[in-house]
């Protein structure tokens, strides 16, 4: 009853769920792996992503976890089924289907628009859990590369994100034909993206909503693990693959609040 | 007489550095290492780039080169002198050097700035570098994390991609007091940095030169292993550590010229 909960991420945007998950767990532990070495997962191939997230598993998985959160977008469209298949008796909760749940709750039209990694678009992960949940949902996705690295570099609330947001949001909202559907809703289809919020919501259409699976992954996380981490102290123990000071100074800004770069010990992939 | 020159980086911006070599060199073999499982290394820590710059060195050491070129300015920053140590008998050429060295014979004032990786600058890799040619030289160092992102994107000439070079270069040159002195000369110490060129062009005060390590390596390159090297046919060879597709989408925008994905071999690191 006092194992922790496993949560990795590719780096630092997974930060965003742990936060929602120690919202609705306060009395669990946590152990949470940042894969800092190997990072961005959101530009590399299929292979490569769900190699590194079994590597990135099997290290928590011997750290006594008792189930696993895949806080990472792009990890969770490559290798969910990999992961639970290699551990059938651990719960494994992605952010992708938490998320096209939140969607197609929110939605009126059944259009929905979904900001991503270009892994994850190109997977199509979005659209495939969206129309599982509701066949007749409409699903524009679009890649965008420069929110992570507004997000890291901490410009996220300015002339220039809100440029950067207009240029991927635009064909996205700006195209519809007469008569067409529009979306009402977008995904925030990458942890790192909820920092880049405001920014979207300054060049969205009024009256779309913005849904992030931050908050819908921890409510399944607490609904599946709360009997098993129920006795924990809220403790969180940080890994990551490399610098610990890097790690603690960009991720304060994703956990809302300052971490230290001490208690981050490097472990090797 | 007809041994290839291994030529690596992090990814596809080393292609910078390949052009300006097969200019200097059109007779020679190449074979071009891009370590895109792992990339950026421009954020990662000392040690951890070093480890990922001997696994590329020792892969390409294994197809027979004549001669090494350090196509990344954080590789070299971090790695150059471990990998002259490991491989005594093999010519290592690396990139910061030789773009220090422009820089010192461009500049009247001696008075240089610097956009590189955030790993560059901590390392202080450029002013070390400068001072040691010109002693009294002044170093303003600034890194430049968006311009990776904005070159991958191919946003490189647009309103976005002035407005970032205008916030990274304005406190370099904007602060000056009266009768300090302000940089003559720009060093693009990074090699995704040449295709944001026009765009800092476009924000540069007048009189500014910009000065990239590409053309100066490859004719530091040219004379270290002409007499090696001078026999090929001017072929390259293709490794990547990942992502084919994107390796040759991505890398025809800095090598100039389109790349052929089915010619890109993938190597494991």
């Known amino acids: ?3 922790p ?6 780096g630092v945007g997974g930060l965003t769920v742990l936060r929602a998950l120690r919202g609705v767990l306060p ?3 946590f152990v949470y792996l940042g894969d800092t070495a190997r990072l961005p997962y959101g530009t590399k191939s299929v292979l490569t992503v769900t190699r590194y997230a079994e590597q990135c598993a099997a290290l928590l998985v011997a750290r006594g976890i008792c189930g696993l959160v895949v806080a990472c977008n792009t990890a969770s469209a490559a290798a969910l089924t990999a992961l639970r298949t290699a551990y059938p008796a651990l719960p494994v909760i992605g952010v992708i289907e938490p998320g096209a749940r939140a969607a197609v709750a929110c939605s009126r039209s059944q259009c929905i628009a979904v900001l991503a990694t270009e892994s994850t678009v190109r997977q199509d992960a979005y659209r495939l859990a969206i129309t599982r949940l509701s066949p007749a949902a409409q699903v524009r996705s679009r890649a965008c ?3 992570v690295a507004l997000a890291e570099e901490g410009w996220t609330e300015d002339a220039i994100a809100q440029a950067v947001a207009r240029r991927y949001l635009d064909p996205l909202f700006g195209d519809a034909a ?3 559907a529009v979306p009402d809703t977008l995904v925030l289809g990458c942890t790192h993206f909820p920092l880049l919020a405001e920014a979207v919501r300054a060049v969205l259409p009024d009256g779309v909503q913005i849904v992030d699976s931050a908050q819908t992954t921890a409510l399944d996380a607490a609904q599946q693990l709360r009997t098993r981490a129920a006795a ?3 403790r969180v123990q940080w890994l990551a693959t490399d610098g610990a000071e890097r790690f603690a100074r960009v991720g304060g800004r994703f956990f809302g609040s300052a971490l230290l770069a001490a208690e981050v010990e490097i472990v090797n992939l």
Chains 1, 2 share one sequence.
């Open 232 to 234: 924990g102290q809220g």
């Open 178 to 180: 007469p008569g067409a």
């Open 5 to 10: 909960i496993g949560v990795f991420d590719s």
């Open 1 to 3: 009853l006092n194992a």
């Open 27 to 29: 009395g669990a532990d």
């Open 145 to 147: 590369a420069l929110f």
